[in-house]
């Protein structure tokens, strides 16, 4: 069975700083990699998704992933964030020949400081 | 393309109440999932379908019910309403393909309050 654990339930950054979403996961054979975004009162939108091509995955909104196999990690990141980026992030899993599931992450709350 | 509907928006529920969350899509997609969401825990799967006919249960299906009859409709049931039942709900779908690698639609969610 796979797993994710996102570090930080709760991340804060000032407007114009990096973000940095943590992401480690498990996985006894080659998964597929999800981030999703939440805004307040809306369902998930997929922000990038990781399917074995390019270890750097670019996702919309200047957000990117990379895909490091090494440390299990699919970190999210954004070189400068913005005030519309306040949302949750939520890192997800699955694998080949898994059916039909899809763990997630616990979830990471982003705020952005003007 | 109207996606994912769900409804109710919001819904109290009394303890030993049922209730049906109703879920439809419109974009003929075979898979459909139903999530629940709590804070700090993220989504944890209910049920799915890999199409009409054909239900499975997910991670925590206890005290919920299912039925995919048609390609588009996949309503959750809770049968004697409980306090741990208080959740957000999500129902999302993926079109045909490895489901793996798809990418889920969401709905908007139904927040439930049992009291």
């Known amino acids: 069975a796979q797993s994710v654990t996102q570090l930080g339930s709760h991340v804060s950054v000032s407007e114009g700083a990096l973000v940095l979403l943590r992401c480690n996961y498990s996985?006894?054979?080659?998964?597929?990699l999800f981030w999703y975004v939440q805004y307040p009162n809306q369902g998930l939108q997929l922000l990038l998704k990781?399917?074995?091509?390019?270890?750097l995955v670019k996702g919309i909104n200047g957000f990117e992933a990379e895909f490091k196999k090494s440390e299990t990690s699919f970190h999210l990141t954004k070189p400068s964030a913005h005030m519309s980026d306040a949302a949750e992030y939520f890192c997800?899993?699955?694998?080949?020949?898994?059916?039909?599931?899809?763990?997630f992450g616990g979830g990471t709350r982003l705020m952005v400081k003007p | 393309n109207a996606g994912v509907t769900q409804t109710p928006k919001f819904r109290i529920l009394k303890i030993g109440q049922s209730m049906t969350l109703q879920c439809t899509q419109d974009?003929?997609?075979?898979?459909m999932y139903w999530y629940r969401q709590d804070p700090g825990m993220g989504l944890k799967l209910i049920y799915y379908?890999?199409?009409?006919?054909?239900?499975d249960k997910g991670e925590v299906p206890n005290g919920y019910n299912v039925s995919r009859s048609t390609t588009e409709d996949f309503p959750l049931r809770l049968e004697l309403a409980a306090p741990s039942q208080t959740s957000v709900y999500f129902c999302?779908?993926?079109?045909?393909?490895?489901?793996?690698?798809?990418?889920?639609?969401f709905g908007a969610g139904s927040r439930l309050t049992v009291l």
């Open positions: 999302a779908s993926t079109p045909p393909g490895d489901p793996g690698a798809n990418v889920l639609t």
């Open positions: 996985s006894s054979v080659p998964p597929y």
């Open positions: 990781y399917t074995s091509a390019a270890t």
């Open positions: 997800a899993v699955s694998v080949r020949g898994g059916g039909n599931m899809l763990t």
């Open positions: 974009m003929n997609h075979n898979y």
């Open positions: 379908s890999v199409g009409a006919g054909i239900t």
